[in-house]
């Protein structure tokens, strides 16, 4: 099993999408191949290397791009809003309760299940559960199903018994 990957989306499953887009990305945002490398701390050789599609970023430079631009049009199509979270989530970091308000959901999240308050999804690219309360926030991710599930039920228990 690749470093950073759990049952399927890897880190270089992300740097190769990045890398894809990244002529992609700098023209979006009317960037010159000069001050796109600086800003991403990447030789102008190897910025236009990416491009002409002869190597990739790394993980690292491809994870700085994503974050930098997230509210790109091009980044946001690969993505969604949950840059952030399959970071993390490649990079092997998991944790757990309420951090911010998500936008729900709608393009690129399934609903799997929903119970006492939150709602188990699964997003439609990388295959990956989060947990979101009735207002949207996230409480919880990871790439694990069976852990997934276990988490909702749990809090759906600790709400029911914050309830009474």
């Known amino acids: 099993m690749e470093q950073g990957t759990a049952q399927g989306f890897s880190r270089d499953q992300f740097d190769k999408m990045v890398s894809d ?3 992609l990305i700098r023209a ?6 000069d001050k796109m490398a600086e800003t991403i701390g990447i030789s102008k050789k190897t910025l236009v290397q990416v491009e002409k599609g002869r190597q990739t970023l ?3 430079a491809a994870g700085l791009t994503a974050v930098l631009f997230r509210k790109s049009e091009i980044v946001q199509a690969l993505f969604g809003d949950s840059v952030l979270e399959i970071l993390d989530l490649v990079a092997g ?3 757990s309760g309420a951090w911010y308000k998500t936008l729900g959901g709608k393009v690129w999240w399934t609903e799997v ?3 006492g308050g939150f709602c ?3 997003h439609v690219l990388t295959g990956h559960f989060r947990i979101l ?3 949207h926030f996230l409480h919880y991710y990871s790439m ?6 276990k988490r909702l039920q749990e809090l759906a228990l600790d709400g029911a018994q914050e309830g009474l």
């Open 58 to 60: 790394g993980f690292t």
């Open 144 to 149: 694990d199903p069976s852990v997934a599930h």
């Open 133 to 135: 309360d009735e207002d």
């Open 93 to 95: 970091k998991r944790q």
């Open 113 to 115: 299940q929903r119970t």
């Open 120 to 122: 188990l999804q699964k």
């Open 28 to 33: 979006e945002l009317d960037l010159t191949q």
């Open 21 to 23: 887009k990244l002529r």
